[in-house]
């Protein structure tokens, strides 16, 4: 694989627990009952993994259905299709929106962040 | 209940405004055609385009009510009635009664729309979210003049006029977001949530947008046609999806999931996809082709064409649907389908495995048993040669089995939803993150 990521990010993505059904928002009764469980389940073990190590970097809800995601980072977005793709495609069905989040979102802030401010782009709020 | 009824009703005015807001696309096309004829031009919008020896041009002809086989020079059916006095088809005429979607108006799209016009198909519907671009005009179909006219709009202007007996609704759509999908269903759809569409051919460029017909087409039991044109412009392939019989698109991981390619190779910005209008008009003949053949019931069907034009090579194959497929959906039409049916997409079905290879067996020769490969360690860290580890967790398949209450495993059974996504909430709202960045 093209992608390598730190120490630190490995031991987290370690932490997150792993997914097991492989249902999809049109298999509406898996879905519900045990897909959008275990996103939520993930979800909420790495929030908790994160105020633990002092690294709470992102807030996520979703509407009833989980169909629509929505919060804050700590600062940008990432692209869908290039970042987080290739990782739920070559991980199915055990990684979820925790485990994207963990290596794909979270490596790109820590590198693209310090580039913003160094270039001007962004500026630390006093 | 009264609420319920009311939100019910209003469901049911939506659906009905966007399928007549696809009427009127037509409709309105129809209209600028007939005004046109009354100017006494034909030709569409800019007017400086017209050329200046202002030449006769023929009027759009009327509607036709019935296709006939007379050999004249003004009957635009005459050739493809002929079909039937050549012992082709049967009936014709029943393609009159077709109604065929068509999902992505580019390169091959247009052109199997103008295939289908052409022949006269009864009603084409056409999807397309984009807008007609100079950067297209290297393919086939569409006309400078028409470059920021959205595809469907452009694409029925130019159909009514080659053949007005057309019934054509053109969508503007994205059937990849979230609306999208619910809106594209509700189209193909009729009153009692059956497909209305005798078939779908899918002239996408994209995984999401083949993955999202594929879902479609399966919640519908809907046959569809696959189409697509390499990145490179050289090769291409059709394939037919029936669900529950051939392979869904979900059946077989495609080559970039499969092989391990990195998709950031593919597409990078300033990189386009070359496109060659040969190539496409190639592609699109073979998937109208198909059309035809299994719209009228003539010829064969074959599963799979593929078209490599570098060394003219074009495999041809079928694909068995994947038992343990990825859509549960699909493994469900499949298990409902009759065993004949399956075996007829299997060439190698009639081969009698019952009798013995070898009648006797003068050297005792004997197959052992596969005991070793049997107790072998099961996937997992134990698995890999000394010195090698798994880059990325992976799950224990035995685990879930022995230990359903190992403490990070998933427990499906506990709390209910609206805990978890109140749990989530709470964890959410009081976040520091947002301290972080002030």
Redo the contacts between chains.
């Keep these: 694989m093209a992608e390598s990521w730190d120490s630190g990010t490995k031991e987290a993505v370690k932490q997150i627990p792993l997914l097991t059904s492989i249902a999809g928002p049109r298999d509406k009764q898996e879905w519900q009952e045990k897909r959008l469980k275990q996103e939520l389940q993930s979800l909420i073990k790495y929030i908790q993994l994160n105020k633990q190590t002092d690294s709470d970097w992102f807030t996520i809800t979703s509407n009833k259905d989980g169909t629509h995601w929505s919060g804050k980072c700590w600062g940008g977005k990432i692209c869908l299709t290039v970042h987080f793709k290739p990782l739920w495609a070559k991980n199915s069905p055990h990684f979820g929106i925790a485990h994207a989040l963990c290596l794909g979102l979270a490596p790109w802030l820590a590198a693209e962040i310090p580039y913003m401010i160094g270039e001007g782009a962004i500026k630390v709020k006093s | 209940m009264e609420a319920e009824g009311a939100i019910a009703g209003i469901e049911n005015i939506e659906q009905r405004i966007s399928k007549m807001q696809g009427e009127m696309q037509g409709i309105n096309a129809r209209l600028e055609a007939a005004v046109k004829l009354a100017d006494g031009s034909a030709y569409p919008t800019a007017s400086a385009a017209k050329p200046a020896a202002a030449k006769k041009v023929q009027e759009p002809r009327t509607k036709e009510t019935a296709m006939s086989a007379e050999v004249v020079d003004s009957n635009p059916y005459s050739r493809l009635m002929a079909l039937q006095r050549m012992g082709i088809v049967s009936n014709y005429q029943a393609i009159r009664q077709k109604r065929v979607a068509i999902v992505g108006i580019g390169g091959v799209g247009s052109v199997a729309a103008e295939m289908l016009t052409r022949c006269g198909i009864g009603s084409l519907l056409l999807f397309d979210y984009d807008k007609v671009e100079l950067a297209n005009m290297n393919r086939l179909f569409f006309r400078p003049e028409q470059s920021g006219m959205t595809k469907t709009a452009a694409a029925t202007e130019t159909l009514i006029n080659i053949n007005p007996d057309v019934e054509l609704e053109g969508h503007t759509l994205n059937i990849t977001t979230?609306n999208g999908f619910d809106e594209f269903k509700r189209i193909l759809s009729d009153d009692t949530d059956k497909s209305r569409v005798d078939l779908v051919l899918s002239c996408v460029d994209n995984y999401e947008a083949r993955m999202t017909i594929n879902?479609v087409c399966l919640?519908l039991n809907q046959t569809w046609l696959e189409s697509g044109v390499s990145e490179d412009a050289v090769s291409g392939h059709i394939q037919l999806l029936q669900p529950g019989i051939t392979a869904c698109f979900a059946c077989v991981?495609p080559l970039v999931?499969a092989s391990?390619i990195?998709?950031?190779t593919l597409?990078r910005e300033g990189v386009c996809a070359a496109s060659l209008p040969t190539t496409m008009g190639i592609i699109a003949g073979l998937l109208v082709q198909h059309a035809l053949k299994l719209l009228l019931k003539f010829g064969e069907v074959t599963p799979y064409v593929g078209y490599s034009s570098l060394k003219d090579f074009f495999p041809t194959m079928s694909l068995k649907p994947n038992e343990s497929c990825?859509n549960?959906?699909c493994c469900k039409l499949q298990s409902s389908q009759p065993t004949s049916e399956l075996a007829t997409t299997n060439p190698a079905a009639d081969v009698d495995e019952s009798s013995p290879f070898h009648e006797d067996n003068e050297w005792g020769i004997e197959v052992a048993p596969e005991a070793e490969a049997a107790s072998s360690p099961a996937l997992g860290e134990q698995a890999l040669p000394e010195g090698l580890s798994y880059?990325?967790?992976?799950?224990q398949p035995a685990q879930?089995e022995v230990a359903p209450d190992a403490e990070?495993?998933?427990?499906?059974t506990e709390?209910s939803?609206e805990d978890?996504?109140q749990?989530?909430?709470t964890?959410?709202?009081s976040?520091?993150?947002?301290s972080?960045?002030?």
């Design positions: 979230l879902q919640e991981p999931v391990g990195d998709e950031r597409k990825s549960g959906l880059s990325l967790p992976v799950q879930s990070e495993h998933m427990d499906n709390p939803l978890l996504m749990q989530l909430e964890a959410s709202s976040n520091k993150g947002d972080k960045a002030h």
